[in-house]
């Protein structure tokens, strides 16, 4: 049987932040470009993070001691991020729930945050009417993701392991996440928001050849779950010869260059 997305997140749940690392003083920029505009229109403002996972956006802002609430629908993931924040957690609550029902009255909280998020529903409408229902009045959307550039060995890497498996017939389909933000943005629009797109951080990050095939290994990314396992062996298989051939010493690293953009909208 086909796992489930929640059963690849409880197995991710752990190595989550490993692989999505910000740096220290890129998780306090983007923490202020998702307060600073809130805090200056509301005070003592109350915070939703929908689909918070290990909490790598919410961790920064709790600590900082704003209302925050995580709400996320995998127990494991909650359980990593609630060990983060045992003893600053005064004023955060922790919420298992899934974003399409929220457990929340209509107008009560003054921004919802979704960081990689959309691209895993089929149904995203629903969890964005839930989040637009819950906003008050003036109350912000934030929408975050982290973009690289796709001029890295790792983006090689990856574009290699595409052609291994068009080989094996099987066609592997990347990109759904920025295509799903594309389809939120239209439906904002068309909601008569006004969704603004800035980078508010960037950042290099190291990676070896070897951690760049592991990280395929291993499943990390959602693009690589549709992928049967059957297909999946030998792929990984043929791409790590192709890694050990390709680069002298695979523990090498080369950079990715990282930012991370935030699209903000505020409801009427
Ligand atoms: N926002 C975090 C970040 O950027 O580090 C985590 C992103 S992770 C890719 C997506 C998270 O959404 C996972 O923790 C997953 O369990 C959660 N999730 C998926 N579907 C959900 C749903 N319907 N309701 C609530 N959370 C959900």
Same mark, same amino acid.
């Given at each position: ?80 991020? %609630? &060990? ?11 919420? &298992? ?51 690289? $550039? ?68 291993? %499943? ?20 790590? &010869? ?6 002298? $010493? ?19």
């Amino acid at each position: 049987m086909k796992p489930s997305m929640t059963s690849h997140f409880s197995r991710v749940a752990f190595t989550y932040d490993r692989t999505r690392y910000h740096p220290p003083e890129v998780s306090g920029r983007i923490a202020t470009a998702l307060t600073a505009p809130v805090e200056k229109l509301f005070r003592d403002p109350l915070f939703l993070e929908i689909g918070a996972g290990t909490g790598r956006i919410s961790v920064p802002i709790i600590a900082r001691g704003y209302r925050y609430i995580a709400l996320d629908d995998n127990p494991a993931m909650l359980e990593v991020l %609630r &060990q983060k924040v045992a003893g600053v957690a005064r004023k955060a609550r922790l919420v &298992q729930a899934d974003a399409r029902e929220l457990p929340f009255e209509r107008g009560s909280l003054h921004a919802v945050i979704a960081v990689h998020f959309w691209h895993l529903l089929d149904d995203w409408q629903q969890a964005l009417r839930e989040s637009l229902r819950v906003l008050r009045p003036g109350g912000f959307l934030f929408e975050g993701w982290d973009q690289s $550039d796709d001029e890295s060995e790792d983006w090689r890497i990856q574009q290699k392991w595409k052609e291994i498996l068009a080989g094996l017939g099987y066609t592997l389909v990347r990109g759904r996440h920025q295509s799903r933000l594309a389809e939120v943005e239209k439906e904002l629009i068309r909601l008569n928001l006004e969704p603004k797109t800035k980078t508010v951080a960037d950042w290099v990050e190291l990676r070896s050849p070897r951690m760049s095939h592991e990280m395929l290994l291993e %499943r990390i990314y959602s693009f690589t779950w549709d992928v049967p396992e059957e297909v999946f062996r030998p792929s990984v298989a043929e791409l790590a &010869q192709w890694v050990s051939d390709t680069y002298p $010493d695979p523990d090498v690293e080369y950079p990715i260059h990282w930012k991370f953009v935030v699209r903000s909208s505020r409801v009427l």
